[in-house]
């Protein structure tokens, strides 16, 4: 156990609708990170949090994405207007470790009808 | 730009059958190597730090060791429950994120 609980594990949506993801760590961790991994490939990085301030988004972070960290605590991802191409599992990682190693929830996996 | 590289994608063992994984690398000045497994469905799982060349760890029937150029994961007698996908990644950016490669699936058969 990580730590960190994402919800929902699963979500299937019709193309155009806005979906939301949460994920939420049981302890502090300055640093929050967001990922996608598609089948076949290796997480790709999204977007982190240093406590509630977004310092770093990807270029695969379209305008239809945005993530916040209101609190420093809990995150969300929410992408608007889905495509058929977001479908994929949504990763969110906390940072521990002397080099940075990170440690993931469980995932939310998003299918796009 | 920081790269790595993963090979085979896929391999297909016998039980107790013993083999390697490679992940090679290219990045200006090393700052760690990490090796994670992953199983169907679910987030990945951390199973090492390496941070010098020469360096080896081990966990169970898995053995992770550096060189300056790759990086091999070592699985001894492999069993079934050894299957899943194993993802080497290393930090960048001054430690701000982690790159993954695409992964070994490792099928372990009966």
């Known amino acids: 156990d990580t730590g960190v609980s994402q919800n929902p594990r699963h979500k299937i949506t019709k193309r155009g609708q806005n979906v939301t993801f949460r994920c939420d760590p049981i302890?502090?961790?300055?640093?929050l990170y967001w990922y996608r991994q598609t089948l076949g490939q290796g997480p790709e990085f999204l977007t982190y949090?240093?406590?509630?301030?977004?310092?770093?988004k990807s270029r695969l972070l379209s305008d239809r994405f945005s993530a916040e960290r209101p609190k420093g605590s809990f995150s969300t991802l929410e992408i608007q207007r889905t495509e058929q191409g977001d479908s994929a599992m949504y990763l969110c990682?906390?940072?521990?470790?002397?080099?940075?190693?990170?440690?993931f929830g469980e995932g939310s996996r998003l299918t796009v009808l | 730009e920081d790269q790595v590289t993963q090979s085979p994608e896929a391999l297909r063992l016998q039980e107790g059958e013993s083999s390697s994984l490679n992940c090679s690398y290219t990045?200006?000045?090393?700052?760690?190597l990490f090796w994670y497994r992953q199983d169907p469905g679910k987030g990945p799982e951390f199973l090492f730090t390496?941070?010098?060349a020469g360096e080896e760890k081990e966990k169970e029937r898995l053995k992770a060791t550096l060189t300056k150029k790759e990086s091999f994961l070592h699985i001894t007698a492999p069993k079934p429950e050894d299957s899943a996908t194993y993802l080497c990644?290393?930090?960048?950016?001054?430690?701000?994120?982690?790159?993954f490669g695409i992964g070994t699936k490792l099928q372990v058969i009966p």
């Open positions: 990682a906390v940072h521990r470790g002397q080099a940075g190693e990170l440690f």
């Open positions: 302890s502090e961790h300055n640093r």
């Open positions: 949090f240093q406590n509630e301030a977004q310092l770093e």
């Open positions: 990045v200006s000045g090393l700052r760690g």
């Open positions: 390496l941070y010098s």
């Open positions: 990644a290393m930090p960048e950016g001054g430690y701000q994120k982690v790159t």
